[in-house]
């Protein structure tokens, strides 16, 4: 029986980036254990440095690795660049082709993909949230904000479980 135009493309959906990646997580380079690992190592450390550059930061950054059983770790990055003021937050990390870097300058990272390449990895590997503490100057305001979330895939965008304040000082 021969089906109409009409009733095929009921089908018919469009895909976010997300979604793709999802489905096609080796093209973020994550493929194997190890090299997902060193993946996100690396998405996490040229972010801190690029962000420390832009702002004219000597960086500091730390990564803490925490193996909780055989495949799992907890993993902790930290930085001291000028952090992500918190509407931008999710959008850094759960929303891709979202970024500072499209504009023509030198810079290690570029597509807006790297930081919600690595939350998608770990939700897709652990289930679990992500949780990112921001410091940001605001004016002459320091704020800093701890936000709990997950990725909607479906979405391309992030879905906050928690949110707080956060103490920060300036040293
Ligand atoms: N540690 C950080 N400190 C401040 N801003 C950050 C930090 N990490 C990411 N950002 C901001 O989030 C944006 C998205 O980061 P993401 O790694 O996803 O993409 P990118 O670095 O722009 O490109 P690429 O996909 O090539 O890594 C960056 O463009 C930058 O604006
Ligand atoms: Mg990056």
Do not use: W
Not at 138 to 147: A, D, F, H, Q, S
Request: hydrophobic content about 35%.
């Amino acid at each position: 029986m021969e089906r109409e135009a009409a009733e095929l493309f009921e089908e018919f959906k469009e895909l976010t980036a997300s979604e793709f990646f999802r489905r096609n997580k080796q093209m973020l380079g994550f493929s194997g254990k190890i090299r997902s690992l060193t993946m996100v190592f690396h998405e996490l450390i040229t972010n801190s440095l690029d962000a420390a550059e832009e702002a004219g930061i000597q960086p500091d950054i730390t990564i803490d690795l925490k193996r909780v059983d055989k495949d799992h770790y907890i993993l902790r990055h930290t930085d001291n660049g000028p952090g992500i003021p918190e509407a931008f937050v999710t959008k850094v990390y759960c929303t891709m082709f979202a970024g500072s870097k499209f504009r023509n300058i030198q810079s290690r990272g570029q597509q807006g993909l790297g930081c919600s390449g690595c939350v998608l990895l770990s939700q897709m590997t652990t289930g679990k949230p992500a949780k990112v503490v921001s410091a940001y100057n605001e004016g002459e305001i320091l704020k800093g904000v701890e936000l709990t979330f997950k990725m909607d895939v479906k979405k391309n965008k992030g879905l906050i479980l928690d949110r707080k304040k956060a103490e920060v000082s300036s040293t």
